[in-house]
């Protein structure tokens, strides 16, 4: 009898294993097939809404096609929205696109946030070459946003996360650009600020490109802008914390503030080429190391200094370049 037992239990428990197996999810593909709202079949050809996109999902807006999110609808991503040249998302009046960790949303189109839209930002967004984003609405940050494209600001753009910039990032008179963490302005970055920039405690905005202000920036104590690159200040700027340049600084700040000189205090590496403009002096405090990686190039100009005290250091790696100009001087 125990047998007679014992065998259907094992069959059981095999069974289902089995069932086990066959009920894992499998990935589900979207492709836009018409212009409609993003909660209508119909725009996706008949297939469910991609309302929920779970992690090995995908979801595509082919050219031409633009797919718009309405009135408290909440489209959620952990898995990949791929709009494509030509492409476009609107999300309107109480929309929400959450992107949560471990989701992607590349855009290489349009992707409009208007009036009183949420985009939640926790996990990736990469903005290309060519392509546009324009929030009127509310764009959250608490992932990364790499930006080659355009992203242009006219309400609030609120950054806990960091902010990669090769590209343009324009901040409209009536827009707000509220940083609490990292915004890194590359070399071939331009930000362009008509409106207000807030840079609280704690948080950096690290400018190797061209920022040029016409509006009004508030450095809050504890909170700092290193300036690398070109600031063209006809706004007013505000300092509480520390602005330190070792670039180009055109203008003036708001009475009672300095610029702190170029003193290098923490180690640094740098991964892109940097200027020491005429008259600027770079100081690399002792224990502390600079270091310039592969393919980087470091140009002291003519009339600026490098000075490396005791126990500092520069290491320039293989492929590095360190190159002195007219009267330009390393001590």
């Excluded at 242009?152 to 509220?178: F, M, Q, R, Y």
């Excluded at 400018?207 to 016409?214: A, E, K, P, R, Y």
């Excluded at 520390?242 to 290098?264: M, Q, R």
Aim: charged letters at 5%; aromatic letters at 6%; one cysteine or more.
């Amino acid at each position: 009898m125990r047998t007679q037992f014992i065998i259907p239990v094992l069959a059981s428990i095999l069974i289902l294993g089995a069932l086990g197996f066959t009920q894992e999810a499998e990935a589900a593909s979207f492709t836009a097939t018409q212009d409609g709202n993003w909660n209508d079949a119909a725009t996706w050809g008949g297939a469910g809404p991609p309302i929920t996109i779970t992690s090995t999902d995908t979801v595509t807006i082919p050219s031409g096609i633009t797919v718009t999110i309405g009135f408290l609808v909440t489209v959620t991503n952990e898995g990949d929205i791929n709009n494509n040249f030509g492409g476009t998302i609107i999300n309107n009046n109480s929309g929400t696109i959450t992107n949560n960790s471990g989701g992607t949303i590349t855009n290489s189109g349009t992707i409009t946030n208007n009036s009183n839209g949420t985009i939640i930002n926790f996990g990736t967004i990469i903005n290309n070459s060519g392509a546009s984003i324009n929030n009127f609405g509310f764009l959250i940050n608490f992932g990364t946003i790499t930006n080659s494209g355009t992203i242009t600001n006219s309400n609030e753009l609120n950054n806990a996360g960091t902010i990669t910039n090769n590209g343009n990032i324009t901040n409209n008179s009536d827009g707000v650009l509220d940083n609490v963490f990292i915004i890194t302005n590359n070399s071939d970055g331009t930000i362009t600020n008509f409106g207000t920039i807030i840079n609280n405690s704690g948080a950096s905005i690290n400018n190797f490109g061209i920022l040029n202000n016409s509006g009004t920036i508030t450095n809050n104590s504890g909170a700092s802008i290193n300036n690398f690159g070109t600031i063209n200040n006809s706004g007013t700027i505000t300092n509480s914390g520390n602005i330190l340049n070792c670039g180009t600084y055109i203008g003036t700040l708001s009475s009672g503030n300095t610029l702190s000189p170029c003193i290098i205090t923490v180690n640094t590496t740098l991964t892109f080429d940097v200027t020491i403009p005429d008259g600027i002096s770079m100081t690399i405090d002792p224990g502390v190391i600079m270091t310039l990686n592969h393919g980087v190039t470091l140009d002291i100009d003519k009339n600026a200094n490098l000075i490396i005290k005791s126990g500092g250091g520069l290491l320039i790696k293989e492929g590095g370049t360190l190159v002195l100009t007219d009267r330009g001087l390393v001590l």
